[in-house]
């Protein structure tokens, strides 16, 4: 067990040592492209599988012959509910982090733009469970708390100031949007909008 604690600490430390020596080798405005990059595609791919994995789960009951079957149908978002309710209450141990949007707000006004990494995948697993299963709801609100929530966990692990991760967290949900609805340009308004980046060129060229 000693071992493997100190085999771990070695490991994060040497991550340390190499996010520092990136930071001072390409500075702060370059660094801070690179990583906004990587956040864009790491928003991107969740807000992907996130509607192919809706796709595919409705089309299960009609791969299954449920077309014929109208009252199946009919049950299967209670179905998903149940299994949402199981998922949070037995798999995150009850813990989720609230609404999508207005959780996200909330982190970046009161939390200084720090999500829990609990936002990184309850959001999106409990939103593919209820509206894959027909729930009337919509994606892009955990797309957006997912995506957050991993660019929050990158300013931490490089230790940002409040600035440079807001606009990280902005490029996060520029890039979830732009993926989910095909329109970067609206994603752009919605992060200069919502999440309020500064009208400034270090903010924009990131997005």
Not at 51 to 56: E, P, R
Not at 138 to 143: D, H, K, R, S, Y
Request: overall charge positive; proline content about 5%; some cysteine.
């Amino acid at each position: 067990m000693a071992s493997e604690t100190q085999e771990k600490t070695g490991i994060l430390g040497r991550l340390d040592r190499l996010q520092g020596e990136l930071w001072d080798r390409l500075g702060p405005a370059n660094s801070l492209v690179l990583l906004a990059g990587v956040i864009g595609m790491a928003a991107g791919l969740l807000a992907v599988l996130l509607k192919n994995g809706v796709g595919w789960l409705r089309s299960l009951p009609e791969a299954a012959g449920g077309e014929g079957a109208p009252e199946f149908l009919f049950i299967l978002p209670i179905i998903g509910l149940i299994l949402t309710h199981v998922l949070v209450r037995k798999g995150f141990g009850g813990r989720h982090p609230g609404p999508g949007i207005p959780a996200t707000l909330h982190a970046l006004s009161r939390l200084r733009a720090r999500l829990s990494r609990m936002s990184m995948v309850s959001p999106a697993a409990t939103s593919l469970m209820t509206v894959g299963f027909g729930g009337s709801a919509g994606l892009e609100a955990p797309a957006v708390q997912g995506s957050a929530a991993i660019a929050s966990e990158v300013a931490d692990r490089f230790n940002l100031e409040y600035r440079h991760r807001l606009v990280l967290i902005g490029c996060a949900a520029t890039a979830s949007l732009a993926a989910m609805f095909k329109a970067p340009l609206a994603a752009i308004v919605f992060a200069v909008e919502v999440i309020m980046i500064d009208l400034t060129t270090a903010s924009l060229v990131p997005l």
